[in-house]
């Protein structure tokens, strides 16, 4: 059946439709979805103005469908993603950005209570196998995009449980365990063969992989600390950041020290801090070569730790000293009794590298118990040393292929570029793809991305300022370490959230251009047109006034020159 098209009761064929007056026309109108800059900015490739649509119109499976499509751990970055996209957000131009990963998160708990299937067909036995190594989130979301594609996935993982370092690190408080393992074990039973205990260079080679797989994809993550002295000296009993976290995630228990000074801007150490303060150590220093998150100050001048975390950690108590690093320790025999701090920034040489430069004159002194390194991990180069460049990463290209290796991709923090848990999801979306394109032998596309909507070509008049929902946050005197410290939306937040997007680059079905077109040569479809959207162009009759590009509320048409 054709598509129904709705003109309206005052023109009969028969009258004035028989004069074609679009002949006269120089620009014609056209529907152009173009990219949301919220949809641009997400790392893992999330598409938030399609899921806040759904979400909108009460259709809530399909939007959660429509995010694990980019995404399988939406109750995961809901809770722990930067948000880059709130960032982005045009709305933000306006009033507030959209509270786009509280929706997300209400979306990913909603699929939890409700116990949905992630969408997966069967594959075939006799399908084509790829080997992923690592069960953290690169690992988890290769091997969900290569089982939607069609391939068998055998998922090896170190440890006898999937997650990485959003199990073995990510604070409960941050991060509830129930909600992570709702969210894992649904997805592992999607048709990835989880293969727990088996580490790469101890229980099998890379070798034996690449005999029995089409393809291999690797992101073992960064499981390496870094060495850290000053001018070659180390406190006897000195405890590496990362290391003392997972100890507290796993045993629940950390030393009973008076005063402790973190040493690092990242989110290891203040996750640190904050457990330290939970756990009752008095005070507690955070020293950081970087500036505190400011208005204005970009990476790599500012602490990569989430700056709502780093909020967080000052409500509890924790002291940041920023653009300071450390100069000298300050040692009872081999036992830390203060450190000597100095005014240190990065500052970038010619050449793009970044140098330390200390400001003589600036010293002071910090009396603590201890000092406690968490200045980062490199990859573990056990039964991979062969692959990893000078800095002991592994060098992958933005699909993840290494190169001069074929069969072999890589991705996640053990690529060593963006350590975030949306990027490691995107990297293993991207090299999934990539596999799928190798082994059936297709180039990769045009990856040219389209500009996204900006503020100015959105039309604002049709929008009422809607403040934004806030979800609830545990006060600070009720934090313990294990109740999590922001809440959830309300069912109804969640909708009011989605009603307040904009639409960027997407018809809103809001009728402005059929009512407001002076010739009717906007015809509306009772059944969404190929487009999408509900509206076709009549060109017989439309004259290229552009009214209705121009009284589209969300640039979603543009006028183009006639052809
Ligand atoms: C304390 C802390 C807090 C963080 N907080 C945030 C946050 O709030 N938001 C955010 O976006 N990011 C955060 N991050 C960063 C984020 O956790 C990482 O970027 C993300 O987990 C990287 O995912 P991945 O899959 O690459 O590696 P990982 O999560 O490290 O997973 C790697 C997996 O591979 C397994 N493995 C390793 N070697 C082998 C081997 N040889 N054989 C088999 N398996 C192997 C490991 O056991 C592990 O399960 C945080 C990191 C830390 C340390
Ligand atoms: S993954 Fe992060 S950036 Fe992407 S939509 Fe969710 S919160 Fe936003
Ligand atoms: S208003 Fe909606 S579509 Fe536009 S950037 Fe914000 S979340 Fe995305």
């Known amino acids: 059946m054709g598509l129904k098209l709705t003109r309206g009761a005052f023109a009969h064929p028969g009258t004035s439709l028989r004069y074609h007056t679009g002949s006269w026309r120089m620009e014609r109108p056209v529907h152009v979805h173009r990219p949301a800059p919220c949809h641009s900015v997400c790392p893992a490739g999330e598409d938030a103005q399609a899921w806040l649509g759904l979400v909108a119109e009460e259709r809530y499976r399909e939007a959660w469908e429509t995010i694990v499509a980019a995404n399988p751990l939406p109750a995961v970055t809901g809770r722990v993603c930067h948000h880059p996209c709130e960032q982005a957000c045009n709305r933000g131009h306006y009033d507030e950005p959209i509270a786009i990963h509280h929706v997300e998160r209400w979306l990913g708990d909603q699929a939890i209570a409700s116990g949905w299937d992630y969408p997966a067909a069967a594959v075939?036995?006799?399908?084509?196998?790829?080997?992923?190594?690592?069960?953290?989130?690169?690992?988890?979301?290769?091997?969900?995009?290569?089982?939607?594609?069609?391939?068998?996935?055998d998922l090896f993982e170190a440890l006898p449980v999937a997650g990485g370092l959003l199990r073995s690190a990510l604070p409960p408080y941050r991060l509830p365990r129930d909600i992570l393992d709702a969210e894992l074990e649904r997805l592992l039973a999607s048709?990835?063969?989880?293969?727990?205990?088996?580490?790469?260079?101890?229980?099998?080679?890379?070798?034996?992989?690449?005999?029995?797989?089409?393809?291999?994809?690797?992101?073992?993550?960064t499981q390496r600390s870094r060495d850290w002295d000053v001018d070659g000296?180390?406190?006897?009993?000195?405890?590496?950041?990362?290391?003392?976290?997972?100890?507290?995630?796993?045993?629940?228990?950390?030393?009973?020290?008076?005063?402790?000074a973190i040493i690092g801007g990242g989110n290891t150490a203040i996750d640190l801090a904050r457990v330290l303060r939970h756990c009752g150590v008095e005070t507690v220093h955070v020293v950081t070569h970087q500036s505190l998150p400011h208005a204005g100050v970009e990476q790599p001048d500012t602490?990569?730790?989430?700056?709502?975390?780093?909020?967080?950690?000052?409500?509890?108590?924790?002291?940041?000293?920023?653009?300071?690093?450390v100069q000298r320790l300050v040692l009872r025999g081999e036992q830390v009794t203060g450190l000597e701090l100095v005014h240190r920034k990065q500052l970038r040489e010619t050449d793009n590298t970044l140098r330390h430069v200390s400001f003589e004159g600036t010293e002071s002194l910090l009396h603590v118990d201890q000092v406690i390194p968490a200045i980062g991990q490199t990859v573990d180069p056990a039964g991979l040393a062969s692959l990893l460049d000078q800095r002991d990463y592994l060098l992958a290209s933005e699909h993840g292929?290494?190169?001069?290796?074929?069969?072999?991709?890589?991705?996640?923090?053990?690529?060593?570029?963006?350590?975030?848990?949306?990027?490691?999801?995107?990297?293993?979306?991207?090299a999934a793809l990539a596999i799928a394109r190798d082994l059936q032998r297709q180039a990769d596309p045009d990856s040219r991305p389209a500009d996204p909507v900006t503020p100015a070509q959105l039309n604002m008049n049709y929008f009422e300022p809607r403040p934004r929902q806030h979800a609830p946050v545990l006060p600070v005197a009720e934090r313990s370490g294990e109740a999590e410290v922001i809440g959830g939306l309300t069912p109804q937040q969640a909708a009011q959230e989605s009603q307040r997007c904009l639409s960027c680059g997407n018809c809103l079905a809001c009728d402005n251009c059929w009512t407001l077109c002076p010739d009717v040569a906007v015809l509306k479809t009772r059944r969404p047109a190929e487009d999408g959207s509900h509206y076709v162009f009549d060109y017989d009759f439309c004259k290229g006034c552009g009214l209705c590009a121009r009284e589209c509320p969300t640039a979603y048409i543009m006028m183009e020159a006639e052809p």
């Open 233 to 260: 000296a180390t406190p006897h009993d000195l405890h590496i950041g990362l290391d003392l976290l997972k100890r507290w995630v796993d045993i629940g228990s950390i030393p009973s020290w008076s005063s402790a």
């Open 191 to 221: 048709g990835i063969a989880f293969r727990p205990a088996q580490r790469l260079g101890r229980d099998f080679s890379l070798d034996e992989l690449k005999t029995e797989y089409a393809a291999v994809f690797m992101a073992p993550g």
């Open 401 to 430: 292929r290494i190169s001069g290796h074929p069969g072999l991709y890589a991705g996640g923090d053990a690529c060593g570029r963006h350590g975030s848990v949306s990027a490691a999801i995107g990297d293993g979306r991207r």
């Open 124 to 153: 075939a036995h006799d399908a084509p196998a790829v080997a992923v190594i690592g069960g953290g989130p690169a690992g988890c979301s290769a091997a969900w995009q290569l089982t939607c594609l069609g391939y068998r996935v």
């Open 303 to 325: 602490m990569p730790a989430i700056a709502r975390e780093i909020e967080q950690a000052m409500e509890e108590g924790v002291i940041f000293h920023e653009h300071r690093g």
